[in-house]
C-alpha cells in the first residue's frame, strides 16, 4: 500500500489567498484525520472524519477553516482566507475501524504551509 | 479529561548508552497508550502501543515501553541507542471509553544519539 498521501507537500502562498490541502487515506480505512504541528502548540486534532462523516470538528480553529470528504478516499482541508498564523505543517491519519480504539493512526508525510 | 505529558524537552544520549524518553498520562478509565516517532520532514510514524496485558510492550526498531500504572506512566526504552535514533518522539493516550478518534498527543520529546 502507498500508505496516506498528500498534496502538496510544500505550500507557500501570501496572506488572503485561499489554500486548499489534500489528502488520500489508506484504502479500506474509516476515519480520518486532520492534524497541525506548530513549534508554539505542538500537534493539535483539527477535525476527523469516520465514513466521509465530520465527527467531530471543536479542533478547527476558526471560520476561515473547513475540510471535506465527498468520498472514502479523498478529503480537503481548505482555508481561507489565509493568514501568517496558519504557518505550520499539516498531516493527514488515517486509521481503520476494525480494532476501534486499539488502532494506532498511519500520517501521511504532511504538507508544509507557509504564508507571507 | 484525558491529558499527556512528556517532561523533558530534550534527551541527549551517546550512542551505545541506554535510552529513555518519559511519558506520564492521565485518563478516567483505562489508558491506551501509543509511542511514535518523526524523523524530520516525515510523518509520524508508529512504535507501539499498549492496550492491555503485559506490561512490558515491545515495537519497532528495538524500542520497548513499560507501562506502570500506579505511577500512571508510560517510558519509552532502548538498550542501546543508535545515532539513526535521533528522532522527535510522541507519547499518545486514548481513555478506553473514549470514541477511536480522542487520541491526545504529547508536545514530543527530541531524542539526540551522539557517536
Known amino acids: 500500500d502507498a500508505g496516506v498521501i498528500q498534496s502538496p507537500r510544500h505550500e507557500v502562498t501570501e496572506m488572503g489567498q485561499e489554500v486548499t490541502l489534500r489528502c488520500k487515506p489508506i484504502?479500506?480505512?474509516?476515519?480520518l484525520f486532520w492534524y497541525r504541528q506548530t513549534m508554539m502548540r505542538g500537534l493539535e486534532l483539527l477535525i476527523y472524519?469516520?465514513?466521509?462523516?465530520?465527527?467531530?470538528d471543536s479542533g478547527m480553529p476558526e471560520d476561515r477553516f473547513s475540510a471535506k470528504m465527498p468520498n472514502a478516499s479523498f478529503s480537503t482541508l481548505k482555508i481561507q482566507p489565509s493568514e501568517p498564523r496558519d504557518s505550520a505543517v499539516y498531516f493527514c491519519?488515517?486509521?481503520?475501524?476494525?480494532?476501534?480504539?486499539?488502532?494506532?493512526?498511519?500520517f501521511g508525510p504532511g504538507t508544509r504551509l507557509t504564508v507571507l | 479529561a484525558q491529558s499527556v505529558a512528556q517532561p523533558e524537552d530534550q534527551v541527549n544520549v551517546a550512542e551505545g548508552n541506554p535510552l529513555t524518553v518519559k511519558c506520564t498520562y492521565s485518563?478516567?478509565?483505562?489508558?491506551?497508550l501509543f509511542w511514535y516517532v518523526q524523523y524530520p520532514n516525515r510523518g509520524l510514524q508508529f512504535l507501539l502501543k499498549?492496550?492491555?496485558?503485559?506490561?512490558l510492550v515491545k515495537g519497532s526498531y528495538g524500542f520497548e515501553a513499560e507501562f506502570n500504572k500506579s505511577q500512571t506512566s508510560f517510558h519509552l526504552k532502548k538498550p542501546s541507542a543508535l545515532v539513526s535514533d535521533s528522532a522527535l518522539y510522541f507519547c499518545?493516550?486514548?481513555?478506553?471509553?473514549?470514541?477511536?478518534?480522542?487520541?491526545?498527543f504529547g508536545k514530543g520529546t527530541k531524542l539526540s544519539v551522539k557517536p
Open positions: 499518545a493516550v486514548r481513555d478506553s471509553g473514549g470514541s477511536q478518534g480522542n487520541l491526545i
Open positions: 485518563v478516567s478509565g483505562n489508558p491506551y
Open positions: 472524519f469516520n465514513n466521509n462523516v465530520p465527527i467531530d
Open positions: 499498549y492496550i492491555t496485558g503485559d506490561n
Open positions: 491519519a488515517s486509521s481503520p475501524k476494525s480494532g476501534g480504539p486499539y488502532n494506532e493512526q498511519f
Open positions: 484504502s479500506g480505512h474509516d476515519y
